[in-house]
Structures are given as structure tokens and as C-alpha cells.
């Protein structure tokens, strides 16, 4: 087990309705050690994949993705949730839908931070459903860059974002694939994950 | 001048309303580089003070907590903008107003997470109105908590956030601040801030 897997052994807290708290380490109290962790993880799991810049989405993407770019030395841009006056009108725009939210979000990203010559790494918290993640490749996309790998904290394994990205040929690396959880209980399933 | 100071002169945009662009290396693509530089200036101006955690406010505040928290090794609250389903009902709320988005906002942040043995060192972006603060302050002391000080990156100098704080007896650490600017010109003046 790495370290992400025994903190959400440890700490994770399983509540009614497929939800999973890792808000005392993950995504609102934050371990910054933890994340360093998980920085040296991802960097050997894309070794050799020529990095030029980190994409995210605001918020509890922004802080592991800020520690994690220090080990490729590269910057990061978060995708922000809503067209703010600070943002140029010249965006590239995608529509995500939050699980934990149950809304519909714009995401957009300045034209200036992403282009055709940017190989680039996704980071985010969750992968459930995939939503939020489309809606990063496709602004990758759009600006002709590359996604050379995508790195996720905690993938829900049950749920159908993990295969539909993995199907469309992307290197998908879930630090902690949560297989199945039991509110009633409390018991946490995590599958195998042992590179 | 220090690293940001010298980077809001070479890269800041001044665009009319009296908004300072700084997207390319503060809240929308982020320089880790630079917030390590940032950190390690304000773990000097905040020496002796016993820190024990970080608090922030999302979602550009984010990543430069993260990144300062290292020069501190302490974990990292930040303020979520409004009532998720991942968090408990046991909040400490306080309404903010947003300069950038003319908007109301219900911040929380979870009772878990911040007690009254807790020194807290509040860290954003940008300090200008100060609402965004005086919320963070709220909720400090809401739980009993200590601010020991207070981290921003860059100070609109000419409105009243500032001088509220200080006058509140807070150790209020700017990095850079803006005494004025001026959007048909591009000039951007930065007040004396020679530690």
C-alpha cells in the first residue's frame, strides 16, 4: 500500500451514498507531505514523458497539483469554475457536471496558458464519473496541446470515469482505486494498485 | 524589491477598474518557484511566531498556502465558498463579498479542522477591500483560535483592507504593495516595503 491508500484506510470516512470524507488530508484540511508523496509517485509512474505544464481544476485540485509541480518543475494552470472580470475573453471553455455539487459548472482557461507546443499532465482529487476530466482534455484540446498522462488522487473504481478514460488511450494514474465502500460499516475496499 | 514585487513589474497588467492582472504566475497559471520565495520571505517575517496551521480561502489562495506551508510544515484549512454535501453540517460561516465577482459568498470552514489551540497564519492573494479576510478572521475566532499573522501576496494599497487590518493590531505581512496604477499608461507604483 502506498501512502495515499493507508491515509484513506486511516482516515477516510465512508458516508451514505457512495461518498467518501478524505476532507481531514485531501480536500480541505490539506497534508502537504502527503502530497509530496504522491508528487515522487507520479513522477516515476510518467518517467520519460517530457512535461511542460500541470492542468487543474479549482479548488481541491489546485493544492496537489501546486505541490506536485515542483517535482517536474513545470508551472500550473487551474481551469476556474466560472467567467470572473479578471479572465480575458480569450477562453477555452467546457462544460462540467459536479457530482459532489450537483450543478452544472462552465470551466474556462485563458487562451495564454495552453498551447499546440504544451505536453500536458492532469491532476485532480477524484475521479468519479470522468466529467471534470473531459472537460480538461477537451481544452487541451482545443488548444492543440498534448495530454501526456493524467494523475488522480483517489479513482472511484465503481463508477465509470476510469474506464471510459482509460478506453480512449490516455495514461490514467490513480494513486488509490476505491473498489467498493460500505457507509453501514465503514469498510473501505481498495483494489489492487501495486506497480 | 523582492522576487514578486520585481515579477509584478516585468509581467503584472493594469486594466481599467483598477484590476491588477496577475495570471500569468499568481491565480490562474502559477509560478511554485516564485511562492517558494514568497515562503521563505515570510517565514522570515513571521520568526518566532508558533504556527501551527494555515488558512486560506479558495480557490487562488490555494496553491500559494500549499506551497508556504512547506517553509512551516504545518497542514494547510482552506475556506470553502459554499455549503457542500461532502462537509459536515458543524461549520464555522462567515459572508464575504467578492471584489472580482460582485458576489456574496457563505464561506465555511469544517469545526474539525481549526480549535482554540490552534496559531494560525492566514495566506491569500490579494488584500484590497479586506472582506475576504475579516471572514477568514471571523472564523479564527469563531473557534477560539489565535491569528498569529497574516500573509498576502499583493496589497491594493490605495483601498482600505490594509490599513482596517493593521489598525486591528494584526501583523499583516504584504509582499508587494500596489499604492496605484494606471491602466492607459501600464504603471503600476509599489509602496516602500524594504525588510
Same mark, same amino acid.
Given at each position: 500500500?502506498?501512502?495515499?491508500?493507508?491515509?484513506?484506510?486511516? #482516515?477516510?470516512?465512508?458516508?451514505?451514498?457512495?461518498?467518501?470524507?478524505? #476532507?481531514?488530508?485531501?480536500?480541505?484540511?490539506?497534508?502537504?507531505?502527503?502530497?509530496?508523496?504522491? &508528487?515522487?509517485?507520479?513522477?516515476?509512474?510518467? /518517467?520519460?514523458? $517530457?512535461?511542460?505544464?500541470?492542468?487543474?481544476?479549482?479548488?481541491?485540485?489546485?493544492?496537489?497539483?501546486?505541490?506536485?509541480?515542483?517535482?517536474?518543475?513545470?508551472?500550473?494552470?487551474?481551469?476556474?469554475?466560472?467567467?470572473?472580470?479578471?479572465?480575458?475573453?480569450?477562453?477555452?471553455?467546457?462544460?462540467? /457536471?459536479?457530482?459532489?455539487?450537483?450543478?452544472?459548472?462552465?470551466?474556462?482557461?485563458?487562451?495564454?496558458? @495552453?498551447?499546440?507546443?504544451?505536453?500536458?499532465?492532469?491532476?485532480?482529487?477524484?475521479?468519479?464519473?470522468?466529467?471534470?476530466?473531459? &472537460?480538461?482534455?477537451?481544452?487541451?484540446?482545443?488548444?492543440?496541446?498534448?495530454?501526456? &498522462?493524467?494523475?488522480?488522487?483517489?479513482?472511484?473504481?465503481? $463508477?465509470? &470515469?476510469? $474506464?471510459? @478514460?482509460?478506453?480512449?488511450?490516455?495514461?490514467?494514474?490513480?494513486?488509490? @482505486?476505491?473498489?467498493?465502500?460500505?457507509?453501514?460499516?465503514?469498510?473501505?475496499?481498495?483494489?489492487?494498485?501495486?506497480?
Amino acid at each position: 500500500m502506498n501512502c495515499l491508500e493507508k491515509r484513506i484506510i486511516n #482516515d477516510g470516512v465512508v458516508k451514505e451514498g457512495n461518498v467518501l470524507k478524505v #476532507d481531514s488530508f485531501l480536500n480541505h484540511q490539506m497534508d502537504t507531505d502527503l502530497f509530496n508523496e504522491m &508528487g515522487k509517485e507520479w513522477k516515476k509512474r510518467f /518517467e520519460g514523458k $517530457q512535461i511542460t505544464k500541470i492542468l487543474t481544476i479549482e479548488a481541491s485540485g489546485i493544492g496537489i497539483a501546486c505541490i506536485v509541480a515542483q517535482h517536474f518543475q513545470v508551472p500550473v494552470v487551474f481551469a476556474k469554475k466560472a467567467k470572473t472580470i479578471n479572465l480575458d475573453g480569450d477562453l477555452y471553455t467546457a462544460e462540467v /457536471e459536479s457530482f459532489t455539487h450537483k450543478t452544472k459548472n462552465q470551466i474556462v482557461v485563458s487562451k495564454k496558458f @495552453i498551447n499546440e507546443n504544451d505536453r500536458v499532465l492532469l491532476i485532480d482529487d477524484f475521479l468519479a464519473n470522468g466529467c471534470a476530466l473531459l &472537460g480538461l482534455i477537451q481544452i487541451v484540446e482545443a488548444a492543440g496541446a498534448t495530454v501526456e &498522462g493524467i494523475g488522480i488522487a483517489i479513482e472511484k473504481g465503481f $463508477q465509470q &470515469g476510469g $474506464q471510459i @478514460i482509460r478506453n480512449s488511450g490516455y495514461q490514467l494514474e490513480s494513486l488509490a @482505486i476505491v473498489e467498493s465502500m460500505d457507509w453501514e460499516t465503514g469498510t473501505i475496499n481498495l483494489g489492487e494498485n501495486n506497480r
